[in-house]
């Protein structure tokens, strides 16, 4: 019995150090600043936020080409950016799903998509794990504020993810409505409604 005891300890340190070095990080909240990172865009460049020394800010959304609901949404993105980019608020959007996992969402199927926006592979899933993201579609609108970004709102882009004809309430309209107006975005956060990431297998 007594020889016992020492694996049973063994088993639970190693259990413990499983948790100990696997760190969950919560991702941003509404504002907190937000890190640069630095991604391959589908033209072959490195592109991070302070690429855009004119940017007031940015739209940040994490998509794919696979899931349904961002592909549902594949629009409405672009209306974003037509709309919001000559305003200083550019989209920039982030794939981050393995590719092992989902093969449709390989660096080489993302450079099909012809976007007047950066469309960038998270290839670590970092800066995806950095930001909080969840699902795709999930967005986040960054203000800039000195030399930094703060997140401004996180969530959904309205509140009807498959007929944009039913929407009733744009949450990043509003938000961006507020946060040009020298407002808090209200609300400042929703529920992501989409697909799961396609995390790495570990």
Known sequence: MKKAIPFLTLCFALLLSSFVFRPVSEGYKVGDKAADFKLKNVDGKMVS?????????????????TCP?????????VSLNERYAPQG???????PNDPAVAPGDSYAAMQAKKYSFPYLQD???????LYGATRTPHLFVLTRKGADFVVSYIGAIDDNSEDPKQVKTKYVENAMADIMAGKPAS?????AVGCTIKWKRA
Not at 69 to 77: G, K, T, V
Not at 89 to 95: D, L, M, R
Request: aromatic residues 12%.
């Open 49 to 65: 936020l302070a690429d855009n020394k004119t940017a007031k800010g940015y739209i940040v959304v994490f998509t794919c080409n």
């Open 123 to 129: 290839e670590s899933q970092q800066v995806a794990k």
């Open 187 to 191: 609300p400042s956060s929703t529920k």
């Open 69 to 77: 609901f961002a592909q549902a949404y594949e629009s409405r993105i």
């Open 89 to 95: 608020y550019p989209v920039v959007a982030i794939n």
